[in-house]
């Protein structure tokens, strides 16, 4: 069947460190992925997503990996702030559109 | 804009009532989505509008559970003889065309059953 999942259900930083969050995926066949921050209380926020022809999207201080031959996606935060504080999920868009969400990790970061 | 809102935004009832949950889409998206996310868990997928076509309701965890999407903008997920552990937050998203499109998330209704 298919599922996204992520390695570590917590992770906490220093302020002003980098934080990584990674994700494994099972369907080889997906060809877009897609990375949520949810805070407390709130729906999902996009962040940055990823089409499976490449390997690494940037955005504003978050970089995106995609390493198809390992079925793994990060999410790499540059300069960790306490409003990054949430929990991140990956997500992966199968053929019928569907997104299929992993668990989570939730990033705490320390001031 | 005005992104995807939902209503209403917190929902407690007694098993076995039915209770109407409100999605109103971001204007112009034509594909809208349910999910349930359980207490710290991640969101399984309930049901899915695109356009015209058929609704994918391969999600929707037995009968009780059903949703209209009414002129393709607005949607209500229906849930009938509650049960305590349809207990979660129902979310709801749009996307400007369906599959492989960036699915925007409203805030979600916290249903609690009793």
């Known amino acids: 069947g298919e599922s996204v999942g992520l390695h570590l259900p917590t992770l906490s930083v220093q302020e002003g460190d980098n934080s990584i969050i990674n994700c494994a995926y099972s369907?080889?066949?997906?060809?877009?992925f897609i990375w949520y921050k949810q805070e407390s209380g709130k729906g999902p926020q996009f962040i940055i997503d990823?089409?499976?022809?490449?390997d690494k999207r940037q955005g504003q201080r978050v970089t995106v990996l995609l390493n198809k031959t390992v079925k793994h996606l990060s999410l790499q935060i540059a300069a960790t702030q306490p409003g990054d504080s949430a929990v991140y999920f990956c997500?992966?868009?199968?053929?019928?559109?569907?997104?299929?969400f992993g668990q989570g990790t939730e990033l705490s970061v320390k001031p | 804009g005005a992104g995807v809102s939902q209503s209403p935004s917190n929902k407690v009832t007694e098993k076995g009532k039915d209770v109407e949950l409100r999605c109103d889409p971001i204007?112009?998206?034509?594909?809208l989505y349910w999910y349930r996310q359980s207490l710290g868990q991640g969101l399984e997928f309930l049901i899915y509008?695109?356009?015209?076509?058929?609704?994918?309701k391969s999600g929707l965890p037995s009968d009780r559970f059903s949703a209209e999407r009414t002129g393709g903008s607005v949607s209500t997920l229906t849930i009938q003889r509650t049960q305590q552990e349809d207990s979660a937050v129902y979310l709801c998203?749009?996307?400007?065309?369906?599959?492989?499109?960036?699915?925007?998330f409203g805030p979600g209704t916290r249903l609690l059953v009793l």
């Open positions: 204007s112009g998206h034509t594909a």
């Open positions: 998203a749009s996307s400007e065309q369906g599959a492989s499109e960036t699915q925007y």
């Open positions: 997500a992966e868009v199968n053929q019928g559109g569907k997104l299929i």
């Open positions: 990823i089409r499976s022809n490449m």
């Open positions: 509008f695109q356009g015209n076509s058929a609704p994918d």
């Open positions: 369907n080889s066949a997906s060809d877009y």
